[in-house]
């Protein structure tokens, strides 16, 4: 059972932006900046995307940007591609000191 | 280069314990935290514990304490994750992960093993 919440699945239009949430309490999201979010696509480990909350890694496109507010991370897919159908999940360094998953969103590109 | 390469699929019935074993580089070994992350067929991730290579410290969510022990070896830069009492709802695959933060453990994953797929089945 994951601490942390997320929509099931979100859809988009090639070119569109989609939005992902991802809700905790103060003892996760709202209390660390220590976010992070990951793509997987079918029968693949999942790739980091983004971390401390806004950060990319090198080689990841800055059409995936994060953001937080309050208690809620999100992640937002500018200028939807094929490509970027698949599942992402949100994850949080928590006040035990051990890390969350969110349970995941499917985005798909219509 | 950064590699993790981990041991091939398990299969065990209810109540076996699993080892599976993540060989990483050295520089992965002397520097990052290892973590551990399970995914169930057509389920979400679960993350399970991680491991200081360099000090053997090593810790897990609470659900699989008592029943998941984390080690290393240092002479040839692997990792091992042992979990007993298995049952059903463990079948997964199960995966390290290296921290990216050579500084602590931050639970940024950004370099993962291939995955080990463990069947507990009677």
């Known amino acids: 059972q994951s601490a942390l919440t997320q929509p099931a699945s979100v859809s988009g239009s090639p070119g569109q932006s989609v939005t992902i949430s991802c809700t905790g309490t103060t003892s996760d999201i709202g209390g660390y900046d220590y976010i992070s979010w990951y793509q997987q696509h079918p029968g693949k480990a999942p790739r980091l995307l983004i971390y401390d909350v806004t950060s990319r890694p090198s080689g990841i496109s800055d059409r995936f940007s994060g953001s937080k507010s309050g208690n809620t991370a999100s992640l937002t897919i500018s200028e939807l591609q094929t490509e970027d159908e698949a599942d992402y999940f949100c994850s949080a360094f928590t006040s035990s000191a051990t890390g969350v998953f969110g349970p995941g969103t499917r985005v798909t590109v219509l | 280069q950064v590699q993790l390469v981990q041991s091939g699929t398990e299969v065990k019935r209810p109540g076996a314990s699993v080892k599976v074993s993540c060989k990483t580089s050295?520089?992965?070994?002397?520097?990052?935290?290892i973590n551990w992350v399970r995914q169930a067929p057509g389920q979400g991730l679960e993350w399970m514990g991680w491991?200081?290579?360099?000090?053997?410290?090593?810790g897990s969510a609470q659900k699989f304490q008592g029943r998941l022990t984390m080690t290393r070896d240092t002479s040839i830069t692997t990792v091992y994750m042992e979990l007993s009492g298995l049952r059903s709802d463990d079948t997964a695959v199960y995966y390290c992960a290296k921290e990216y933060y050579a500084s602590g453990n931050y639970y940024y994953f950004d370099y993962w093993g291939q995955g080990t797929l463990v069947s507990v089945s009677s």
């Open positions: 050295v520089d992965t070994f002397t520097g990052h935290y």
């Open positions: 491991v200081s290579p360099i000090t053997g410290d090593a």
